[in-house]
Each structure stands twice: as C-alpha cells, then as structure tokens.
C-alpha cells in the first residue's frame, strides 16, 4: 500500500448520520492490483465525556475510575472505523463483516480528564479461501505521545461459500484454571453497548433483526466480551496489572442472548503472561466463544 495520506476531521463520526451509507455500500468484485483507501481518518483534541466512561465502566464492570478503560478507547476509534470502510475506494459493504480478532498494545494509561488525538487507517487485504481478511489500525495519542495501539482483523466472506472455521487447533487443558467466573448476560445487553460504542449492528440488537442476517438470536458485541474480561483480569490479579501490556483475543462461535457464560483465566509459566476464555455451555459441551492472551511489556 501507499504511504497513507493524513486527513483531519473536526469531530467523530456520528452514527445515525452514517446508516444511509451504510446501507447504501455494495460490494466491489475485489482484485489485488485495484486501488485501495490510503487515507489515515484524524481526529485532535478528543475530550472525553464524563457520562459516558461511567456508563462504560458500569456496563463492564470496571473499578479503577482513574483510569480510562483500553476498551473505551476503542469506542472512540470505532466511527472512524466505519469511516474508513464507507470510503469510495474500500472494496466491501459493512454489512456482513465479521470482527474476528483483536489486539491493543497500551503503553501509558489514561486518565478521564485527558485530551486524545485518534486516528485510524486500513492495514491491508488478504484473499483466504472462506473470503477476504483485512486489518483496520488506530492509533491514540496524549500530548503527541503514543499511549495506545489496536489492530483489528475482520472477514468478508466470498460469495457462494460454505461456512467453516477459520481455524480449528486443538482444544487445551482448562480444568487446572483457576478463578472461574460466571456471568449472566441480559438480552438488553447488545442495545446498552451499542449506546456506549457507537456500534448498532443489528445482529446485536433483536432477535428479529439478528434473523433478518442469518442468526439465530442476536449476538453478544465480541468488543464488550473482550473489555468485560480486561476487567475481571485487573480485578483478579494478585498484584497491580503494569500500564504496559498487550491484549490479543480470537473471537470464535458468536455467543446468543440472553446466556450465562464462564470467564476462565490461567498464567503462563514460561512468559510474563496471562491466558483466559469465555465459554458457555451448550448440552453438557463447552463452547468456547473468545480467547485470549495478557501479556506485560517493558516499559
């Protein structure tokens, strides 16, 4: 790709200005010579409303008010996302991406009262077999200083393509972890992250509209998954969880509402590094629905 080109927006996107959009974007037929988005979405001088990190925070159970939660920062960065996809040269509709992965390096926390500058730009498109792979990156700022990266891989299926896992590696050993937590989820839950995040998909809203695309009842937000076990990792660890970190989950078998999941977390001998998931349970079969890895940087 080319050296991306730097282009500054007054303020976030607003959803309900972008749906017309995002109802209206077909897909292109994707070649690999075509051109691609080379524009890196800014935003400066973000100031973060009080109301909504307490929303957040209570919705994910976060305790550490004096820290802004990484997946807040991911809201924030969210609407450029979407900028980003409805861009004339972006090859796929928004409808029907699929979020399968996600990783944030943090290398300073934030604090409420901070101003951030934000900016978002496309990593790059993969032909698999099942579709089209492509990574969205967004970088925050505070002062002019890098205080936290994300990398987020998406799946655009091709058409008249059965549907099969990305990957199926081996399940592993997790009756040794220790610390399991369950966690009844609600089925407002999908409307009351979608207030937080920005993200209205309808495949996290009502069943009805999770039908109208395929599913069987609407599915929980895999980002709000991800963000409520950041938390209980903080709050379970025995000794303060370092301002440098990295964050890496695969989301793996959408999870309906309303459910009652487990949250599993173990540490990893040989690494600075903590391993967790999330599962249900589904006829006597655990069905795991993310995965993930902490792990402490150097400062």
Do not use: C, E, W
């Given at each position: 790709m080319s050296h991306p080109s730097d282009v500054y927006l007054s303020h976030l996107p607003n959803f309900a200005y972008l749906i017309p959009a995002i109802l209206c974007k077909s897909n292109k037929v994707f070649d690999k010579?075509?051109?691609?988005?080379?524009?890196?979405?800014w935003v400066?001088?973000?100031r973060l409303a009080?109301?909504?990190?307490?929303?957040?925070?209570q919705l994910t159970a976060w305790s550490h008010r004096e820290i802004v939660h990484p997946g807040f920062l991911h809201t924030l960065?969210?609407?450029?996302?979407l900028k980003l996809m409805l861009h004339k040269?972006?090859?796929?509709?928004i409808m029907g991406v699929v979020h399968i992965a996600n990783k944030i390096e943090q290398y300073k926390t934030v604090h409420p009262t901070s101003s951030l500058d934000v900016c978002c730009t496309l990593?790059?498109?993969?032909?698999?077999?099942i579709g089209y792979l492509f990574t969205i990156e967004t970088e925050f700022f505070v002062k002019q200083?890098?205080?936290?990266?994300?990398?987020?891989?998406?799946?655009?299926?091709?058409?008249?393509i059965t549907k099969s896992k990305i990957r199926s590696p081996h399940e592993s050993d997790w009756s040794c972890a220790g610390n399991d937590e369950s966690w009844p989820l609600k089925t407002t839950l999908g409307w009351q992250y979608a207030r937080c995040s920005q993200d209205y998909n309808p495949i996290h809203l009502h069943p009805f509209s999770a039908k109208l695309l395929g599913f069987k009842q609407h599915i929980v937000h895999g980002m709000w998954l991800k963000s409520r076990a950041f938390s209980a990792l903080n709050d379970s660890s025995m000794k303060k969880i370092p301002s440098a970190l990295s964050c890496e989950v695969e989301f793996k078998k959408p999870l309906l509402l309303p459910n009652s999941v487990v949250f599993q977390?173990?540490?990893?001998?040989s690494e600075t590094a903590i391993e967790f998931r999330i599962t249900s349970n589904d006829n006597q079969q655990t069905i795991e629905h993310m995965t993930g890895k902490l792990e402490f940087l150097e400062n």
């Open positions: 010579k075509q051109v691609l988005p080379t524009d890196r979405y400066k001088n973000i009080t109301d909504k990190i307490n929303a957040f925070n960065g969210f609407p450029l996302q040269d972006f090859p796929f509709s990593g790059g498109i993969k032909q698999l077999k200083q890098r205080v936290m990266y994300a990398r987020h891989q998406y799946l655009r299926r091709g058409h008249n977390q173990r540490t990893i001998p």
